[in-house]
T-cell receptor, first 113, second 112 residues
Framework: DGGITQSPKYLFRKEGQNVTLSCEQN?????MYWYRQDPGQGLRLIYY???????QKGDIAEGYSVSREKKESFPLTVTSAQKNPTAFYLC????????????FGDGTRLSIL | GESVGLHLPTLSVQEGDNSIINCAYS??????FIWYKQESGKGPQFIID?????DKRQGQRVTVLLNKTVKHLSLQIAATQPGDSAVYFC???????????FGTGTSLTVIP
């Protein structure tokens, strides 16, 4: 089945540690996105990528980094500079960048040890 | 940023009744809207979308109404079932190349 796979489902980070969240899609979508979801708040855009080897910052990019070396993969690294990383992270993809319906993965919940 | 809000954070309905979930948006330039359903611990699922050149669109048991005059969007679910229990939120977009902005969500609970 076509879809978006995020891994791991749960992730724990120690202080000062970088962690990388995986996002893979087999929908052949050009655009991919990373959102952060906190209780009581709407999804907030961290980074997005419209094509391979290109990405743009969203509203809350500080403390995060991404790469887009392959069309189907868009990993997110939460760096030690992100002081409040505990959240539910959602990856999405769409056929058309920032316009088409975004299809989401089932998320990664990141917690701090 | 854009403001997309929901009037009611929680909604409880009896099984079989109709549900109405509301969403207010602040940017009159928004011309594309999507409703998502999110079950606990999962990612959002697309329900239905509507463009600003329409004021109503129907899907299977769901209807979205768009009132551009008051910048209001609603999702109607007919004959609500226990499987409809989830958080519902809307998203708006102001045009190609622009990002979506998402509401905070309404938690729908269906009482058997």
């Amino acid at each position: 089945d076509g879809g978006i796979t995020q891994s791991p489902k749960y992730l724990f980070r120690k202080e000062g540690q970088n962690v990388t969240l995986s996002c893979e899609q087999n929908l052949n979508h050009d655009a991919m996105y990373w959102y952060r979801q906190d209780p009581g708040q709407g999804l907030r855009l961290i980074y997005y990528s419209q094509i391979v080897n290109d990405f743009q910052k969203g509203d809350i990019a500080e403390g995060y980094s991404v790469s887009r070396e392959k069309k189907e993969s868009f990993p997110l690294t939460v760096t030690s500079a992100q002081k409040n990383p505990t959240a539910f992270y959602l990856c999405a993809s769409s056929i058309v960048a920032s316009r088409g319906v975004q299809h989401f993965g089932d998320g990664t919940r990141l917690s701090i040890l | 940023g854009e403001s997309v809000g929901l009037h009611l954070p929680t909604l409880s309905v009896q099984e079989g009744d109709n549900s109405i979930i509301n969403c207010a948006y602040s940017n009159s330039a928004s011309d594309y809207f999507i409703w998502y359903k999110q079950e606990s611990g999962k990612g959002p699922q697309f329900i239905i979308d509507i463009r600003s050149n329409m004021d109503k669109r129907q899907g299977q048991r769901v209807t979205v109404l768009l009132n551009k005059t008051v910048k209001h969007l609603s999702l109607q679910i007919a004959a609500t079932q226990p499987g409809d229990s989830a958080v519902y939120f809307c998203a708006e977009n102001t045009g190609p190349g622009n990002q979506f902005y998402f509401g905070t969500g309404t938690s729908l609970t269906v009482i058997p």
